[in-house]
């Protein structure tokens, strides 16, 4: 019978298992060592006051001291235990989650979606570091410590027992009670921190048109919703941890109550008094922290069942073969292409085939198709029906770190990242001094980065040099063109570009060609399409013209002329109004 399959979660934490096991070890000793101070007292109470013996105090203090050392260095080993724990489940897993965040990042618009994972295996990792991990090793011993309550008195074990049930009944209680209207308070905030940082990505456009009062009035409605949640859910957990608290504090009261009334029957010595109080305290003390980490617990069970569930759905990518570098020549087999979150297809059933060294231009309306076009010939977005090849092989399922080198990007929305004008053009790679400056030169953009404060060691990002959309997009061009690729893929590549921006694209792509370099222009302007050898019409997703330059551009003045011809028949045969 085949086993279902395992997480890479789930098997990282089995090779923990050793770990854990040890740690359940020094749990054990620690939590014998934990009934020291009963039997202590026992001692003091029922042998050293009646007799008087010092001796045997100090003795019994000398061992009562060495114990707690001991039992400290365990505390110690055994946290320890669980930190290496905790690291090296960060070490197993955080390449592989890394790798889903982005590939989630690709099909999400929603940058919290895709760091989840992350913050997820953060969280996971905190929780194993925290006192709530003890406290689940230290509860099974809850029962051992009652036992010893019922050899002290049955009515001690008894009311060890009830109190047990009492404070674990609180608990599930306050689940029940928070646990829903937390998620939903949890939810709806980060609605509006997503809100929030969508919001200061426009602010330029907020503040032109006077928008922030009614942006505020929105963002303030999830506000308060979130307040009533968390006001609510407090609430109740404040009850319930007064209740909890009463009852802890009763109950270590009231033990001694009976226990004084069984000293006064000749039931029990005084010592046993003392001890059952003292004893109590430590059998209940795992619950109150597991009652006190109850929502750490659930944030952790909540992070695991995400983290288990996502890379069940996820699984790592499978080795595959070298193939022969790559030529630059597409065929397109009738190829679907659904955009990520969407459910109708863009791109629909476009069979078309490109040859090695073409500079192909595609146009068409808005909403066509063309950036999804794009995207799918690159192999970022899969097809989810029909194929993409390049030189034969289904683009989608190439190695992306093998192909990446030979293919060249620009997408409408130029980010450069954070680090030098150098290392942004060298994809952050070795840097080649000598193929970061060609990439430059081939983008006409070499004497543009030299006249910049710091040349190609300026610092771009967040703390660093502020450039221009223009300036961005010129850089991002040199970066398409690093390490001579074979296909080079340019996505509106003029919609920032000034006069001496427009000349510098037409040179890059004039040595492009010379170089038989594949590439695909998508554009809305017809300058950029004086260098492109063929043209693509999409209309609706669906492939409208292609072929030569001048055969489909003869074919739409045909049918100019003839649309027009047929509105002036029309409006011949219209009659005329007096």
Not at 133 to 139: E, K, T
């Amino acid at each position: 019978m085949k086993s279902d399959p395992k997480s890479d979660l789930v098997e990282a934490l089995t090779l923990c298992r050793g770990a854990f096991l040890s740690a359940a070890g020094f749990s054990l000793v620690i939590n014998l060592l934990q009934l020291v101070p009963t039997i202590y007292m026992l001692q003091v109470y029922d042998r050293v006051v009646p007799t008087g013996n010092l001796n045997t105090l100090v003795m019994l203090t000398l061992i009562l001291m060495v114990l707690f050392v001991t039992m400290g260095i365990l505390e110690w080993v055994r946290s320890q235990i669980l930190v290496r724990v905790s690291t090296r489940l960060e070490v197993l897993l955080s390449e592989r989650l890394f790798k889903v965040a982005y590939k989630l990042a690709l099909y999400s618009s929603n940058q919290r979606v895709a760091a989840q994972p992350l913050d997820d295996l953060t969280g996971l990792r905190q929780f194993m570091t925290g006192n709530g991990l003890f406290a689940f090793f230290d509860a099974p011993w809850v029962p051992i410590y009652l036992a010893v309550m019922f050899i002290f008195h049955e009515w001690y074990g008894w009311a060890g027992v009830i109190t047990a049930i009492l404070l674990v009944m609180i608990a599930f209680a306050q689940e029940k009670t928070t646990s829903a209207m937390l998620n939903e308070a949890n939810a709806t905030a980060q609605v509006g921190r997503n809100l929030v940082n969508k919001n200061l990505r426009n602010a330029e456009v907020i503040d032109a048109m006077g928008m922030l009062p009614s942006i505020r009035k929105r963002w303030l409605q999830n506000v308060y919703k979130v307040l009533e949640l968390q006001a609510i859910a407090s609430s109740r957990a404040g009850l319930i941890n007064a209740l909890s608290k009463l009852i802890r504090l009763s109950s270590q009261s009231l033990i001694l109550a009976l226990g004084a009334y069984l000293v006064i029957e000749n039931e029990i010595t005084s010592g046993l008094m003392i001890a059952g109080s003292i004893l109590l305290g430590r059998a209940l003390a795992p619950i109150d922290i597991v009652i006190g980490s109850w929502k750490g617990f659930i944030s952790a069970r909540g992070q695991y069942r995400r983290l288990n569930e996502l890379l069940l759905k996820m699984p790592a990518d499978q080795q595959k073969m070298t193939l022969p570098n790559p030529e630059g020549a597409f065929h397109l087999e009738n190829a679907v292409v659904v955009p990520p979150g969407a459910k109708t297809p863009v791109i629909k059933g476009i069979t078309m085939s490109i040859v090695k060294g073409d500079v192909l231009g595609v146009i068409g309306p808005s909403g066509a198709g063309k950036s999804t076009f794009a995207r799918a010939l690159l192999g970022i977005w899969p097809t989810s029906s029909g194929r993409i090849r390049l030189d034969g092989a289904e683009i989608y399922a190439m190695n992306r770190d093998e192909l990446g080198p030979f293919l060249g990007y620009l997408p409408q929305d130029i980010e450069l990242f954070e680090g030098s004008i150098s290392e942004n053009i060298a994809r952050f790679g070795n840097v080649d001094p000598e193929k970061v400056v060609n990439a430059a030169k081939m983008a006409d953009v070499h004497e543009l980065i030299l006249r910049l404060p710091e040349g190609y060691d300026t610092f771009v990002g967040a703390n660093g040099i502020n450039l221009s959309g223009g300036q961005r997009q010129r850089i991002g061009l040199a970066r398409a063109l690093y390490g001579d690729p074979v296909v080079v893929v340019l996505d509106e590549p003029n919609s920032n570009l000034d006069e001496q921006g427009e000349l510098a694209l037409a040179k890059a792509i004039q040595r492009l060609k010379l170089k038989k370099v594949t590439v695909v222009i998508v554009t809305h302007r017809n300058n950029v399409l004086a260098n492109v050898d063929k043209l693509l019409i999409l209309s609706e997703g669906q492939l409208s013209v292609y072929g030569p330059k001048e055969q489909v551009v003869a074919h739409l003045q045909k049918n100019a002329q003839q649309a027009a011809r047929q509105g002036g028949a029309e409006l011949l045969s219209e009659p005329l109004s007096n």
